[in-house]
Nanobody, 122 residues
Framework: VQLVESGGGLVQAGGSLRLSCVAS????????IGWFRQAPGKEREGVSC????????IYPYSVRDRFTISGDNAKTTVYLQMNSLKPEDTAVYYC????????????????WGQGTQVTVSS
């Protein structure tokens, strides 16, 4: 099982980024795939999750109207579309495989990607 994130970078406030999480070694549609983020000095938090059973979910209230999670039809890639970015969205973003289904918790995560840095300037 391998996850590789990409799409991060430096963007001005109000801009957009689309993060990609490419999976290998398994079929994305068979598991719940989550996005987490960790800002400097803060704990890692669940941002979003998608699964065939539960559909898609955005967790933090602060991003619900701005972030969207989706998967491709080939079931190899999960995307996180981030619009109207704010400086407080600055963090390393990780995708992860959940063992037990979608949740904002990382307790059942069985595999992590290496992370991609998102920096939003004011």
């Amino acid at each position: 099982v391998q996850l590789v994130e990409s799409g991060g970078g430096l963007v001005q406030a109000g801009g957009s980024l689309r993060l990609s999480c490419v999976a290998s070694g398994f079929t994305v549609g068979d598991y719940a795939i989550g996005w987490f983020r960790q800002a400097p000095g803060k704990e890692r938090e669940g941002v979003s999750c998608i699964s065939t059973r539960a559909g898609s979910t955005i967790y933090p209230y602060s991003v619900r109207d701005r972030f969207t999670i989706s998967g491709d039809n080939a079931k190899t890639t999960v995307y996180l579309q981030m619009n109207s970015l704010k400086p407080e969205d600055t963090a390393v973003y990780y995708c992860a495989v959940h063992r037990w289904g979608c949740s904002s918790s990382q307790r059942d995560v069985v595999s992590w990607g290496q992370g991609t840095q998102v920096t939003v300037s004011s």
